[in-house]
Each structure stands twice: as C-alpha cells, then as structure tokens.
C-alpha cells in the first residue's frame, strides 16, 4: 500500500501544504471566531504533514489514521519539533472523545486530498460524519475536502506530478482504472517512480474510492442530519466555488447542525 511509504507520500504532497495552512487558520478566525490558539482534528492524517505546521505555531492538534506506519511517522515528526506524539492509530468511522483521550470538544476538524473517499459505503460515510460531529463543538466546523465525480463525460481521470526533495526525486501518476457508476466505486491505480543516485524503485498500489456527485453528496448530508453547507472554496477565501453539477475539486466549509437530536 502506498501509504505504507510515509516518507514518499509526505514528500509527494509537500508543495501544496502553505495556501491549505493559511486556509486552516483563516477558517478558525472565520468560523469559530478564534483569533488565538484552537483545537483541530485530522481524521486520516496521514504524515500529519499539515498537523505538525499548526502545532507549532500554538494550536492544539489530534491525527487519527488507520496505517501505523503513517502514524509512526507523523509521531516521529511531532517529538523530533518538541511536540506532543498526538496521532493515534484507528478508523475514522470509529472514534470518539474516549479513544482520541479528549476532555474537550474540537474548534475544527479537517479532512482533504479526498481520504473521505476512502470509506466506500454510505454507512461508512454517514458514521464518519457522525463520529466527526459527535466531537465537534456546537457551531464546530468541519472542512472536508473531496473530488466530486460530475454527471456525463467531461472528468479529469488522472493526475501527474512531479516532486524532488535533495536527491530523491518522485515522478507519480494517479489514474482511474475503472468506474462503476451504479455501484458507486472507481479503482485507482497510483504509482510512484522514485530515483536516488543509488537505486530507482517503482511502488504500484490499486485501491477504491466512493464516487460523489454533487447531488449524492447533498443526500448524504441530509441523510446525517449533522452538518449543514456554510460555503465552498478551492482553499481561496478570495474565490468561492459556485457548486454546480460540473464541479470537481471542492472544499466544503461544514457546520454542525444544532438541531440534531439523536
Ligand atoms: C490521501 S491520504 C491523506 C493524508 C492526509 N490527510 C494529507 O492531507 O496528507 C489518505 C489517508 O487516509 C487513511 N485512511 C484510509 N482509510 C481510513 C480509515 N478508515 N480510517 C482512518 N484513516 C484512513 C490512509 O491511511 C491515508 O493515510
């Protein structure tokens, strides 16, 4: 699995991580009205490559994953800062404020590179958003960050990028090897080329992810009855997206919904 590669992956996706910091600590003054230190949480934190950023300008911080390897690495990451290990291993569908060792709710919860679409089942779906809402304060925000699949043919099906890190340099392509638009699922098939001067090793890895469109999102939510849509942006608070059924790349701006009862 490639996430079994922590060092690779953090590597891959190193270049984006200042406008998606800058976004999350707009997103607490905006939002939860915090112009001083606030509580985040990551489910599918991955490396923690954005978590260990906030802690050290202050903020209070918590990482769930299911990979220990991942998990390992983001720990490592925190102590080598003089931070506190806050990344626990376990499924984003299953968590609570009892196994995150929590005494307090969180300001903002944050999940983007779509590891929501990971979860390739509505019940799935809907106990993440639950678990997510259940640790949330009232008026807590949820900024969860997914590739939308748009009705007819006009879809980005792959993705190449190219990263070098002093003498590692990554060479990864991203690509859809089927859809099963009924079913809801597609099978990506992710590699990543990777060259030292002294090897080259390619890491093939195949995985599922749920397809959303638009509207299946908005079912969805309705069916949680948990979060409601305050806005939607590409992490740009200067151009929010106007969501329509062509939208793909898609940061939803969630806040809890006050009249839930359970
Ligand atoms: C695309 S990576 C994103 C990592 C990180 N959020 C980031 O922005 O770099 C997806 C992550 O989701 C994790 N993941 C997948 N299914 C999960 C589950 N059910 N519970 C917790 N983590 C999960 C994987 O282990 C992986 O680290």
Redesign the pocket.
């Known amino acids: 699995m490639i996430?079994d590669y922590p060092k690779l992956?953090d590597v891959l996706?190193s270049d984006s991580w200042k406008r998606?910091i800058e976004f999350l600590k707009t997103s607490l003054q905006r939002y939860c009205h915090i112009s001083g230190h606030g509580r985040f949480f990551?489910?599918?934190?991955?490396?923690?490559?954005?978590l260990w950023r906030i802690a050290k300008e202050g903020h209070q911080i918590v990482g769930?994953?299911?990979?220990p390897n991942?998990v390992a690495f983001c720990n490592k990451r925190l102590r080598r800062h003089g931070l506190a290990e806050s990344a626990i291993l376990?499924?984003?569908?299953r968590f609570s404020m009892t196994n995150l060792k929590q005494k307090k709710p969180f300001d903002l919860a944050f999940?983007?590179?779509?590891?929501f679409l990971?979860?390739t089942s509505e019940s799935?779906a809907l106990s993440h958003l639950h678990a997510v809402a259940n640790i949330l304060k009232p008026n807590g925000i949820y900024l969860l960050g997914l590739h939308l699949l748009p009705r007819g043919n006009a879809v980005c099906s792959q993705e190449k990028w190219s990263v070098r890190h002093g003498s590692l340099a990554l060479q990864s392509k991203l690509f859809r090897l089927s859809l099963d638009r009924k079913q809801r699922i597609e099978t990506v098939e992710f590699r990543i080329k990777a060259t030292t001067p002294k090897q080259c090793y390619e890491i093939v890895d195949t995985f599922p992810l749920r397809t959303y469109s638009l509207q299946q999102f908005r079912c969805l939510l309705e069916k949680a009855n948990r979060f409601k849509i305050l806005e939607t942006f590409s992490f740009d608070f200067q151009d929010p997206i106007q969501l329509n059924s062509k939208t793909e790349d898609v940061v939803f701006v969630l806040k809890t919904n006050e009249q839930y009862r359970p």
């Open positions: 996430y992956y996706f998606e990551e489910p599918a934190c991955g490396t923690g490559r954005l769930l994953d299911l990979n991942a376990g499924d984003m569908t999940n983007f590179v779509s590891s990971h979860l799935a």
